[in-house]
C-alpha cells in the first residue's frame, strides 16, 4: 500500500486541491488529503471506500509520467436551457477544475500502452450529459484506431436530466462504440466503483470484456426502494452491492483497492501481452 500511496502523495492537478479536507461519503466525517493519501482513500473511522479524485486515481493504475489527457476541451451544453442546469455547471467546473464529469486519455500500465477514462462524481454526480458521451466515445474511437485495450474506471449516477433525451442517446452511441472497438477484436475493462447507477450501468459500465469491482460499491438501475414499490417485494439487505452482483454472475471479480494496478496489469499481460 505504501508504494501506491507514494505515488499520488501530493498530487494536485486542477482540482484536486490537496490542502482540502477529503469526506467520506459514507461516515461523513473529513479527514486531511494527505492522511487519505496514506490510506488509498479508505476511511480510517468506518473503512469505506471514499470516491477519488480522477487523476490520483489514474497516478493509482497507471505508470509515472505515461498519462496523456485527451479532448479536455469538450463542454457540455444547456440546449434545453434547463432551469439552474448553468449555474450547477459553473459550480462543478470550479470545484474540479475540469470541463467535465470525465477525464479521459492514454496511458501504461505495468508497460502496456492503454487507453483509460475516469468518471468524476465530484461533477454533476458524473452523471452522463452529451459532452461526457462525446469523450467516452472518442477515447473508445482512438483505441480502435489504434488497436489498444481500454480501461474504464466508472462511477455514475445515471443519465444528467438537465440534458433529457440527449442524456439518453449516449447510452446508445457509446455501446455502438464499444460494440465497434470489441468487433474488431480489442478489449475493454471496467472497474465498478461506489456508486455506479442508472443509465452507465446499463450501457457503458455492462458491456466490458471483463468487469471488476470494488468491495461494497453500489451498482445497479433503478434505486431499491422504487424496485420493492414496483414489485412489492422485500429485496435482501445486500442487494445491489458489488458482492450481491458477484455472487449472480453480473462482476467477475471483487478487487481491493491496493490491489487494482496489479490485477488489471495481470490481465492486460494475459490477454494482450504480445500484442505490445
Not at 54 to 80: G, Q
Request: aromatic share 8%; glycine share 8%.
Amino acid at each position: 500500500m505504501a508504494n501506491i500511496a507514494d505515488k499520488i502523495r501530493g498530487i494536485i492537478k486542477k482540482g484536486d486541491t490537496a490542502h482540502e479536507d477529503i469526506i467520506c461519503n459514507k461516515c461523513k466525517q473529513p479527514f486531511p488529503y494527505n492522511e487519505m493519501t496514506e490510506r488509498l482513500f479508505i476511511c480510517p473511522s468506518c473503512n469505506a471506500y471514499v470516491r477519488i479524485p480522477p487523476y490520483a486515481r489514474i497516478k493509482m493504475l497507471t505508470d509515472p509520467n505515461s498519462f496523456k489527457e485527451f479532448y479536455s476541451d469538450i463542454k457540455p451544453k444547456d440546449a434545453l436551457l434547463f432551469p439552474q442546469y448553468r449555474d450547477k455547471l459553473d459550480k462543478a467546473m470550479k470545484i474540479t477544475g475540469e470541463n467535465e464529469g470525465v477525464v479521459v486519455g492514454s496511458c501504461k500500465i505495468e508497460g502496456v500502452k492503454c487507453d483509460i477514462f475516469c468518471m468524476d462524481t465530484r461533477f454533476v454526480m458524473a452523471s452522463l450529459s452529451g459532452a461526457m458521451g462525446e469523450k467516452i466515445t472518442r477515447i473508445f474511437e482512438h483505441a480502435t484506431a489504434n488497436k489498444l485495450p481500454v480501461i474504464g474506471i466508472i462511477a455514475s449516477g445515471g443519465a444528467r436530466m438537465q440534458e433529457g433525451i440527449l442524456s439518453l442517446m449516449q447510452m446508445a452511441k457509446c455501446s455502438g462504440a464499444i460494440k465497434r472497438h470489441s468487433e474488431k477484436g480489442n478489449m475493454y475493462i471496467s472497474l465498478l466503483t461506489d456508486p455506479t447507477t442508472g443509465g452507465v450501468t446499463a450501457s457503458i459500465a455492462m458491456l466490458s470484456d471483463i468487469t471488476l469491482a470494488e468491495p461494497k460499491a453500489l451498482i445497479g438501475f433503478a434505486g431499491k426502494r422504487v424496485i420493492e414499490q414496483t414489485t412489492g417485494e422485500k429485496l435482501p439487505d445486500d442487494f445491489q452491492s458489488a458482492e450481491f452482483m458477484f455472487n449472480h454472475g453480473f462482476v467477475d471479480a471483487i478487487v481491493e483497492r491496493a490491489d487494482e494496478r496489479k490485477k488489471i496489469a495481470s490481465i492486460l499481460k494475459l490477454v494482450w501481452g504480445d500484442k505490445v
